[in-house]
């Protein structure tokens, strides 16, 4: 990095021969170098110093991460199903939010934990209560699309106080759910931001 800086733009074999190293040898780390953005090359120029920190690459590759990246697959019940049915499906099929849809498979609401379990709290009769009663309803759920930075849907996350949000793509009659964000895929993006 220090003799790119100093006296680049300077070819693989130029910084090998200073180093006493075969170009060959070097290949690796300039390889290193360059995908981590901290150097560029230009074919028969050689190599430069891009003068990026490693602070700002970390932004610009968080630019570059999609929902559709990390999305896993949405958990959905029907609006007439009972609360105790979604009980049932939240422990079945392992997922903290339940997204409820119409007859025609459009999103209608939200369930999260705690909306069952503060259905769960008075004596009512779980299973003839059907979940439309209880969800927190269009038009006040927060969405997104496939093709949003992850970071923003991790800033609208904080900023609700919500644990997951629906994926969706819009169609002529509202939205299909196609998937699901929740904080265990921003921390699992997180990681691997770490680990690149
Ligand atoms: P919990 O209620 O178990 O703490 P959340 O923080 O995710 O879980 O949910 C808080 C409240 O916000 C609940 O009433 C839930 O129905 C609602 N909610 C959850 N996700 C969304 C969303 N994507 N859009 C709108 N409301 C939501």
Same mark, same amino acid.
């Given at each position: 990095?220090?003799?790119?800086?100093?006296?680049?733009?300077?070819?693989?074999?130029?910084?090998?021969?200073?180093?006493?190293?075969?170009?060959?040898?070097?290949?690796?780390?300039?390889?290193?170098?360059?995908?981590?953005?901290?150097?560029?090359?230009?074919?028969?120029?050689?190599?430069?110093?891009?003068?990026?920190?490693?602070?700002?690459?970390?932004?610009?590759?968080?630019?570059?991460?999609?929902?559709?990246?990390?999305?896993?697959?949405?958990?959905?019940?029907?609006?007439?199903?009972?609360?105790?049915?979604?009980?049932?499906?939240?422990?079945?099929?392992?997922?903290?939010? %339940?997204? *409820? #849809?119409? @007859?025609?498979? =459009?999103?209608?609401? $939200?369930?999260? /934990?705690?909306?069952?379990?503060?259905?769960?709290?008075?004596?009512?009769?779980?299973?003839?209560?059907?979940?439309?009663?209880?969800?927190?309803?269009?038009?006040?759920?927060?969405?997104?699309?496939?093709?949003?930075?992850?970071?923003?849907?991790?800033?609208?996350?904080?900023?609700?106080?919500?644990?997951? %949000?629906? *994926? #969706?793509? @819009?169609?002529? =009659?509202?939205?299909? $759910?196609?998937? /699901?964000?929740?904080?265990?895929?921003?921390?699992?993006?997180?990681?691997?931001?770490?680990?690149?």
């Amino acid at each position: 990095m220090q003799i790119v800086k100093e006296s680049g733009p300077i070819t693989g074999e130029h910084i090998a021969e200073q180093l006493n190293l075969t170009r060959a040898t070097l290949r690796p780390d300039l390889a290193i170098l360059t995908m981590a953005g901290f150097l560029d090359a230009r074919p028969r120029v050689g190599y430069f110093y891009t003068g990026k920190s490693g602070t700002q690459l970390l932004t610009e590759n968080l630019q570059k991460i999609y929902v559709k990246e990390y999305q896993s697959i949405p958990v959905v019940v029907n609006e007439n199903v009972s609360v105790y049915d979604a009980i049932c499906t939240m422990f079945l099929e392992d997922v903290g939010t %339940l997204f *409820v #849809v119409d @007859k025609g498979s =459009h999103l209608v609401g $939200v369930l999260s /934990r705690k909306d069952l379990l503060r259905a769960s709290i008075g004596k009512q009769e779980l299973t003839t209560i059907p979940v439309h009663i209880i969800m927190t309803r269009m038009p006040n759920i927060t969405m997104c699309e496939r093709e949003d930075l992850l970071i923003d849907v991790a800033k609208k996350l904080i900023e609700k106080q919500i644990d997951a %949000l629906p *994926v #969706v793509k @819009k169609t002529d =009659h509202g939205f299909e $759910v196609i998937g /699901r964000i929740t904080k265990t895929n921003i921390t699992r993006a997180f990681v691997a931001l770490g680990e690149e």
